[in-house]
């Protein structure tokens, strides 16, 4: 017997501005989840250089690169897991209690227990991050002109999430110490696993003061700070309680359905298997434990990864090309589109993903972080002044020592708070004390810019659909591209042009992350919007980890582009380059991004039309019609 969900069960759900109840229940799931995993992702190239293992940051960007390309290969097999046998709730589970033990371990700041947590989140998001996508697409019937804003809201969710996480993660992991930064990642995943398998009344007042409680620990960090500092974090705050009351009357209404996520056959379930005591579900939750020191070793060996992925790649590659050729005429050609996009999509996620690793050094090193509330006057030269050790003192000379973040960096970890300043004329207009952003913190910009635009980028595709004039899903993917392509533009203008110091001002950086947010919202819910859409049902699971395996090829080309950006460290230890010579590094990375970008989004505008007929939206169904296809193929052979 099927578990599939009827029609009539689709349709009987209880909604919310129109939307499936069950959606506002997965949107807080994913957000708690994409919090955890933005948090270290803010923290974690910054860890490795900063933090005990003081690593090069071509050792770092080996280790990044391999962590969240493995981060997004796993959902292939996740994927295919849940299709044939757990289906998608228990997978969920599974990965949200993996990751949470992740997250725990990485605050034990040790070697080992380091690149063990890196392999839990790896496995846990596995089976975490295709499954709770795929429950989204299923609570929507075929032909839905809902689902692509569904996804936006479900989009909107992931990016609170991500926003919160520089904000308090970030911002702590900084500030107190790498392991309460990583701790608190480790509670978000926990919130986000109680919220799904929790009874409706336990996960409504659950998210409540979850809500209530993150929001009001992100203003009473910052609330001695300039209302530049304040500012993001309430506004973040505001909205997560104004999500988190929308989420608890949505659920009031009704949780989420008993058949969403069911596994497709409990009888294979609980078979055993090869005739030993221990049931097929059970084998796949010792099975993902015991891979977890296979992975630990894949992260930390240079190189392995990368070959993992190639196997791994060819081989998913070419099941999908052997399910098209062997698929009916519709079905073909629609899998033909995912994997056209697929590839396109890699390549805009292999640029986006520069902003873990070299955009976020860039911020660290070359982009002005401080709000000046005293500088350097020319009444001071000759003196000696008691400054405030920030960023605002990198670029400047200290008697005979070029000062670079490496020396502020050792000063910071020694708890050196302030330094005597001999002042010369050329330290005229030297920041001596002012407010300082975390350099984590910049990575909650795309996030809020997502925020404030998710919504108006949804209602926009949906007023032009009224209209019979909203672009094509292929189109939307070209002007995702063209606009980080620009967003480029900007880094490598930013970085040609800065300061006698080799400073750059924020403001170009908070301009290239607003294009690259505008970028990714014509792009990527619309693309996991697609994939459910366009895929066979009976393999939309597998099909969504290969979206994802697309996406951690992108994450390990990331890595590679990265290391052009490697600035060599000294014999001494947190030597570096003075700003002068960091900016013209990434000068030189940014702009051939910027021209590669912008000629793919050109490609993608003019095979769009061929692509456009291959999607055959006018067909609801892949049953019927298909039927008729196959019969036609038949006889045409």
């Known amino acids: 017997m099927s578990n599939q969900p009827s029609p009539e069960q689709i349709a ?55 962590y969240t390309s493995l ?3 796993t959902p292939f097999i996740g994927g295919m897991i849940a299709d ?108 986000g696993l109680a919220v799904f398998v929790a009874p409706p009344g336990i996960t409504r007042v659950l998210i409540m003061c979850a809500a209530i409680a993150s929001g009001g620990m992100m203003i009473q960090l910052n609330w001695n700070e300039v209302i530049y500092a304040l500012g993001p974090n309430a506004l973040v705050a505001i909205c997560l309680v104004i999500a988190g009351l929308v989420s ?68 998913a590659l070419g099941y999908l090309i052997y399910a098209a050729y062997k698929s009916p005429k519709i079905d073909r050609e629609r899998l033909q589109v995912v994997l056209i996009l697929m590839f396109f999509s890699m390549l805009f996620w292999a640029f986006f993903e520069q902003a873990g690793s070299s955009i976020n050094l860039f911020t660290d090193r070359n982009v002005n972080r401080i709000f000046a509330e005293a500088t350097i006057t020319e009444d001071q030269v000759g003196q000696t002044v008691e400054v405030d050790v920030t960023q605002g003192l990198t670029g400047y000379t200290m008697g005979d020592k070029l000062i670079t973040m490496g020396d502020i960096d050792a000063w910071k970890l020694d708890e050196i708070t302030t330094v005597s300043w001999p002042v010369s004329d050329d330290d005229v207009g030297m920041i001596t004390s002012g407010s300082e952003v975390a350099t984590s913190q910049y990575q909650a910009a795309n996030p809020m810019f997502i925020m404030l635009f998710g919504l108006v980028f949804s209602s926009l595709w949906v007023f032009l659909g009224k209209r019979n004039i909203e672009p094509s899903t292929p189109v939307k993917f070209a002007l995702g591209i063209l606009q980080l392509g620009l967003a480029f533009a900007v880094l490598w203008w930013a970085a040609v042009n800065p300061d006698s110091r080799g400073m750059v001002n924020m403001g170009w950086l908070l301009l290239a992350y607003l294009l690259i947010t505008t970028g990714e919202l014509c792009l990527s819910p619309v693309g996991i919007s697609m994939v459910t859409k366009l895929s066979p049902k009976s393999i939309v ?34 030597l570096l380059p003075p700003p002068t010579e960091t900016v013209e590094t990434y000068a030189n990375v940014f702009g051939p991004i910027a021209v590669a970008a912008i000629v793919s989004a050109v490609v993608v505008l003019i095979i769009s039309p061929l692509l456009t007929i291959w999607m055959h939206q006018d067909v609801d169904s892949d049953s019927e019609v298909n039927d008729l296809d196959q019969a036609h193929d038949i006889a045409a052979e």
């Open 12 to 66: 009987e759900q209880k909604t919310l501005f129109g939307h499936p109840t069950g959606l506002y229940m997965l949107f807080f799931a994913e957000m708690w989840e994409r919090f955890s995993y933005y948090g270290m992702r803010a923290l974690l190239v910054l860890y490795i250089i900063k933090g005990f293992l003081g690593r090069t940051d071509g050792e770092a960007y080996s280790i990044y690169g391999a």
């Open 71 to 73: 981060v997004y290969a």
């Open 84 to 191: 044939k046998l757990l289906g998608a709730r228990r997978a969920v589970i599974l990965g949200g209690l993996l990751m949470a033990a992740g997250h725990l371990v990485m605050t034990v700041e040790s070697e080992m227990p380091f690149f063990i947590a890196l392999a839990l989140l790896i496995v846990g998001n596995g089976f975490f991050k295709p499954n709770i996508s795929t429950m989204v697409g299923s609570l929507y019937p075929d032909g839905s002109s809902q689902r692509d804003a569904g996804f936006t809201i479900f989009y909107i969710g992931i990016n609170l999430g991500a926003a919160m996480a520089p904000l308090l993660c970030g911002y702590v992991g900084e500030k107190y110490g790498w392991h309460y930064g990583f701790g608190l990642a480790t509670i978000g995943m926990l919130i």
């Open 248 to 315: 608890y009357i949505a659920i009031g209404k009704s949780g989420m359905p008993q058949w969403a996520g069911a596994p497709p056959s409990m009888a294979r379930l609980k078979q055993p298997v090869f005739g030993l005591p221990i049931s097929a579900e059970w084998a796949v939750y010792v099975g993902s434990f015991l891979s977890v020191p296979l992975f630990a070793w894949m992260v930390g060996s240079d190189g392995v990864a990368g070959k993992a992925l190639l196997l791994g790649g060819g081989v």
């Open 541 to 574: 699971s597998m099909v969504m980890g290969a979206w994802f395996l697309a996406t951690a090829f992108s994450n390990y080309l990331a890595a590679l582009i990265a290391t052009f950006t490697g600035v060599e460290h000294g014999e001494e230890e947190g």
